[in-house]
């Protein structure tokens, strides 16, 4: 694994834990773990997981 892809993972885990959370908005959490901005997070977030950060709330 590179070491972006690496550190982009534990971005995103750290992400899916802020959400399970469920205190903060989106844009917070995107901000939180270091994405520039929501939209930049969740396409980044649905490439890796398969779903956006919305239905991953929704999930839980």
């Known amino acids: ?3 972006h892809q690496f550190v982009l993972r ?3 885990e750290q992400a ?3 959400l ?3 205190q903060l908005s989106l844009s ?3 901000l ?3 994405f520039f901005d ?3 997070f969740s396409n ?8 956006s950060p919305r239905a991953f709330v929704k999930t839980l």
């Open 10 to 12: 534990l971005r995103l």
């Open 38 to 40: 929501q939209s930049h």
């Open 1 to 3: 694994m590179a070491p």
């Open 44 to 51: 980044v977030f649905k490439r890796a997981f398969g779903m």
């Open 20 to 22: 399970r959370i469920n």
């Open 16 to 18: 899916k834990k802020l």
């Open 32 to 34: 939180a773990v270091g």
């Open 28 to 30: 917070e959490v995107a």
